[in-house]
């Protein structure tokens, strides 16, 4: 290709030379040669990561953050593919038209087949039943659309989508139960419906502690400082960064 595009080249040039500029007809003009789209990487790595974290998108990046807040790097460009009602599962990013899944044990993204990439990022298929932990029974209308167990094995992380007639529109709540006694609460620890602000379950850390993303729509009581959390279900929360909904993805949920 390269050796024909050098003919072409040398013989125009001596057109130019010999004759003066031929007009010509809309037939006559060539046609302009576009180079094809380069392939995208097949892997993209970055430094180390930590055992569990959460990306995050923001300012047009996605953000790696440790669970303790350090920020661990960020790729620009990028943007995270999951639902707000999503359970935890695979992270999966997207740059333009080229989906990657991360491997955080080598931190490092691979690329993946768009198909591959929305399934993977999908962890939790709607239409299956899934099991509903003893004493999750609410008078007010909504559904369990998924349930984690602990790593421990003593609670069980929730997410509960209300609406109907206790809410405006629909409102993901997480909740937490102790399987030995007592109903679900939510995360933030107020039982009132009234009072709960949303929330997105994130998955559990290697600690016991529930990753919850919490907000406030605007049919919902909003929480002062919207970002991700860890939850204590003994009591007790910590901020880890900010993040708005439904942009924010646990990597090794336990």
Known sequence: MERKLLIFA??????????SAPRTTPSQTPRAIHPAPAAPPRTIAFPKLTKQGVAVERAGAVVFVALDGHVLGRLQGFTLVAGAVDAPG????RLEHAWYVLDAASSILRHVAGRRAEHLAT????AIDLPTPP?????????WR????????????AQWIAHGTTHACDVPIAYVETLQSGPPIPVTGSAQVGEIPASL???WTRTDRALVLLFGPACDPSVSRPGVYTVDPAGGIEWVTRAKVPFARMWNTS
Not at 135 to 143: A, C, K, L, R
Not at 146 to 156: I, K, R, T
């Open 90 to 93: 695979a992270l999966v990013l």
């Open 146 to 157: 998924y349930a984690m167990l602990s790593p421990d094995g003593n609670h069980v992380l």
């Open 135 to 143: 004493g999750m029974v609410w008078d007010h209308e909504g559904y």
């Open 10 to 19: 040398i013989v125009g040039t001596t057109l130019v030379a010999c004759t």
């Open 123 to 126: 962890a939790v298929d709607p």
């Open 201 to 203: 379950v994130l998955g």
